[in-house]
């Protein structure tokens, strides 16, 4: 393609049609390819027994109803105070680690523009309730292209949920100058050997992509970890 244009050259083999793509597309493909390429990316997979928490969530009145996500967001926040450098940031120079004692979680919504992350400020302080609500107003906003640049800024660490798309595990590129993103895919009932027969059981596979300049893999496992001890305390 060196001396023709990529649609001349695509055209050659057939019929061809040219797209073009919106600001928003190229800002985030060009912070994607920065990220992936300057961040030394390492992904641990893990699954969570979610059993309990689902029989708590189906126990709940229809408006007390939150998604599975609003319980992630929360067992994160968690796992951030147990692990402080999870909720930190490489200096520029990268001689030191900034820790911030604010916890704000960004939610990656596909929509019309691509996929955006919103932020959800003070998670910490807000109760199932009020983050549900959050979520539901953001991801319409972001579904409807009405998120501001401010409402995308300032967290401390994403997670990516892919929800009843499918899947099970993958790899999320960490959100500069994040140190960590979550990956959720949709919950699967799954065979679980109890020591006498294998019984149904209702399992969340996690993905936690992170930078392997302030994150070990050991410490990764412990995080990840602690998030699924949150979770299968609920209901139980």
Known sequence: MTDTSAEDYFAAFGPVRVVERTRVQKFV?????????????????????VTALEAYRKSLTADQKVSP???????????????????????????????KDYFHVGIAVDGPLGLLVPVLRDCDQKDLGQLSAELKDVSALARTK?????????????????????GTYFTPIINAPEVAILGATGIQTRPVWDGET???RKILPLSLSYDHRVINGADAARFVRHIADSLTKVGS
């Not at 912070?31 to 027994?49: G, K, L, R, S």
Request: proline share 5%; aromatic share 6%.
């Open 29 to 49: 493909a060009k912070t994607m390819a920065t990220n992936v390429t300057t961040i030394p990316h390492v992904t641990h997979c893990d699954d969570v027994d």
């Open 69 to 99: 996500l609003v319980f992630l967001i929360k067992a994160v926040v968690d796992a951030l105070r147990e692990f402080p450098h999870f909720n930190g940031s490489l200096a520029p120079d990268g001689g030191s680690l900034i820790l």
């Open 146 to 166: 009405g998120l501001s640049m401010d409402m995308m800024s300032g967290g401390c660490i994403s997670i990516s949920s892919l929800g009843g798309i499918g």
């Open 198 to 200: 294998f019984v149904p």
